[in-house]
């Protein structure tokens, strides 16, 4: 049972554009959303992260918006640069360290 | 402050045999987690280790199994290998795991290939 979808599964954006990861979870007991990025033969990174008290959290050109109501994420990538061509996973948890996952969104930014 | 490393970087295996990973965490972290990624299935949580006990475990069969030892390292280890656990398996470690907000961080993984 995936409790954490992700859309889309890959998007294309320009250089300088807005990029779009939306999420959506089931569980009520997840009360930490972070925001993984990962290249190509490495691990994911933690870019950002968000508690559901929080509607929205901003570092740098990276936001999460958070709706507690309608259990919806989403993470907004400024001014998208070629260096930000990833794949950035959504995530959830509750108290313990069982991270689940979305399934993923595969960026690319073309120059 | 070194991350997490794990070992060996690449593997392959046939069929029936087993594999052991090993994962070191970054110095001071007692929580190791294991995770598997495949295209198919994606992320998926495989089992916690905090202090030498396992605190959690995923929905794993029993041929998956791990270890952490007194210096926070920790094994993995996967027995009587099939096809289908070809994946990047991945430790993370993190200061502790009562706390929802703990930070996860990830070594570059194990890529498993059984033929």
């Known amino acids: 049972q995936q409790q954490v979808k992700q859309s889309p599964q890959s998007l294309i954006v320009q250089k300088g554009g807005i990029s779009i990861i939306n999420c959506a979870y089931e569980?009520?007991?997840?009360?930490?959303f972070p925001w993984y990025q990962q290249f190509p033969g490495k691990g994911p990174a933690l870019l950002i992260a968000?508690?559901?008290?929080?509607s929205e959290k901003k570092e740098g050109r990276f936001t999460i918006s958070f709706n507690k109501s309608a259990k919806q994420f989403s993470l907004h990538i400024m001014d998208s640069q070629p260096g930000d061509s990833a794949t950035y996973f959504c995530a959830a948890k509750a108290a313990g360290n069982k991270l689940t996952f979305g399934g993923g969104t595969r960026v690319l930014v073309k120059p | 402050k070194a991350g997490v490393t794990q070992t060996p970087r690449y593997l392959i295996k046939t069929r029936g045999q087993q594999v052991t990973l090993s994962c070191s965490p970054i110095s001071g972290h007692r929580s190791v987690s294991w995770y598997q990624q495949t295209p198919g299935q994606g992320l998926q949580f495989l089992f916690e280790?905090?202090?030498?006990?396992?605190?959690n475990k995923g929905n794993f069969p029993g041929r998956f199994s791990g270890r952490q030892f007194s210096n926070s390292r920790s094994e993995m280890n996967v027995s009587t290998l099939e096809l289908g656990d070809s994946a990047l398996y991945l430790c993370?470690?993190?200061?502790?795991?009562?706390?929802?907000?703990?930070?996860?961080?990830f070594g570059s993984g194990t890529q498993l290939s059984v033929l």
């Open positions: 993370a470690s993190s200061l502790d795991s009562t706390r929802s907000n703990e930070k996860l961080f």
């Open positions: 569980n009520t007991a997840f009360d930490y």
């Open positions: 280790y905090f202090s030498e006990t396992q605190r």
């Open positions: 968000i508690r559901p008290d929080v």
